[in-house]
């Protein structure tokens, strides 16, 4: 079984930045395949960008803003949100993909205009 646990939320004003964090324990030998999604309020949960191997892909909305990264020896991955904007306020999950699939607990990131 997998853990995550996100960190690096806050409040931040629109053009700002935060790096989100996540940390992963537990049965996590051989995770090849992790994501960030988010949930704004009212909407569903979204992609954000997702790391399988060496290969990186990022929704539209966020593409040259926001940076995907992953460190192996910390069991970490991470979320660099540059230039934020109001419509990026929400809820950012942490996720591995099958078959070690786990979600984190969320981490809010709230940005004001």
């Known amino acids: 079984q997998v853990q995550l646990v996100e960190s690096g939320g806050g409040l931040v004003q629109t053009g700002g930045a935060l790096r989100l964090s996540c940390v992963a324990s537990g049965n996590i030998d051989g995770i090849d395949a992790m994501a960030w999604y988010r949930q704004a309020p009212g909407k569903q949960r979204e992609l954000v960008a997702n790391m399988i191997g060496n290969n990186i892909k990022y929704i539209d909305s966020v593409e040259g803003r926001f940076v995907i990264s992953r460190d192996n020896a910390k069991n970490a991955l991470y979320l660099q949100l540059n230039d934020l904007k109001p419509e990026d306020t929400g809820v950012y999950y942490c996720?591995?993909?099958?078959?070690?699939?786990?979600w984190g607990q969320g981490t809010q990131v709230t940005v004001s205009s």
């Open positions: 996720h591995t993909y099958p078959p070690f699939k786990a």
